[in-house]
């Protein structure tokens, strides 16, 4: 599957089939096709479905407070961090080109 916007892309009918919200990352695992996308939700399922030695997480039965201590790192990194890095990428690589504000780039961005 291709990036973008093309027949092939993550606004096509296929990848909109994945994620509805036609964007990156998201996955469908093998073989049950199981769709999962956004990035905590991806790494919550591949440590549930993977990781059943709990040696790359925590079981909230038996570590509840490392496992909230895990699920608070995972979703300040998906809700904070990574969109800032994201969101700076653009506007560097944009800067430039840009004819609009950032504030009003990123409130078109919302619309899409």
């Not at 690589?93 to 078109?108: A, I």
Request: contains cysteine.
């Amino acid at each position: 599957m291709a990036f973008g916007d093309g027949a092939n892309g993550v606004k096509s009918a296929p990848f909109l089939a994945i994620n509805p919200n036609g964007r990156i990352p998201a996955l469908t695992h093998q073989p049950s096709g199981t769709h999962v996308f956004e990035t905590s939700a991806i790494l919550e399922y591949l440590a549930e479905v993977y990781d059943t030695e709990r040696r790359l997480s925590f079981d909230p039965k038996t570590h509840r407070k490392e496992w909230a201590e895990e699920r608070s790192w995972i979703y300040f990194a998906h809700g904070g961090v990574g969109p800032m890095f994201g969101q700076a990428g653009v506007f560097l690589r944009m800067e430039e080109k840009m004819c609009v504000s950032p504030m009003s780039f990123l409130l078109l961005a919302t619309e899409s």
